[in-house]
Nanobody, 125 residues
C-alpha cells in the first residue's frame, strides 16, 4: 500500500513562484514514475510533469516547459514541483501520482495507481 500527500499550494500573482511537495509512504518501490497532474472544474485531469524514480529522467507538458521543474529527494521520499513564471491559466487543483508507467503514456491518468488528495494553486492576474 502506498499513500501520497501533497502540500504547498496557495495563491500567487502572475509571474510569481510556488513549490509543491508530495510525501510518499508505504511500498514506494512499486512506483516506477511519480508525477504531477492538474485539473480545473469541467475539464479532464492533465499531466504536467513526471520523473523516473530510479534516475533523473523527466518529462513535461509543453505548456509548462521552461517554467516548471520536477525533482525528487529519494532519502525523504519526497517529490517536488517548482513552478516559476506562473500564469492565470496555471490555476488548478494539482495532484501527485505514482505508478508503473508506460513512458509513451506518461501524461495519462490511467498509468498511475496512487493519487493524493490534491492541493489548490490559484494565480491571479
Amino acid at each position: 500500500q502506498v499513500t501520497v500527500v501533497e502540500s504547498g499550494g496557495g495563491s500567487v500573482q502572475a509571474g510569481g513562484s510556488l513549490r509543491l511537495s508530495c510525501v510518499a509512504s508505504g511500498y514506494t518501490y512499486s512506483m516506477k514514475y511519480m508525477g504531477w497532474f492538474r485539473q480545473v472544474p469541467g475539464k479532464e485531469r492533465e499531466g504536467v510533469a513526471t520523473i523516473y524514480t530510479g534516475g533523473i529522467s523527466t518529462y513535461y507538458a509543453d505548456s509548462v516547459k521552461g517554467r516548471f521543474t520536477i525533482s525528487q529527494d529519494k532519502a525523504k521520499n519526497t517529490l517536488y514541483l517548482q513552478m516559476n513564471s506562473l500564469k492565470p491559466e496555471d490555476t488548478a487543483m494539482y495532484y501527485c501520482a505514482g505508478g508503473t508507467v508506460w513512458l509513451r503514456r506518461w501524461d495519462r491518468v490511467s498509468e498511475y495507481k496512487y493519487w493524493g488528495q490534491g492541493t489548490q494553486v490559484t494565480v491571479s492576474s
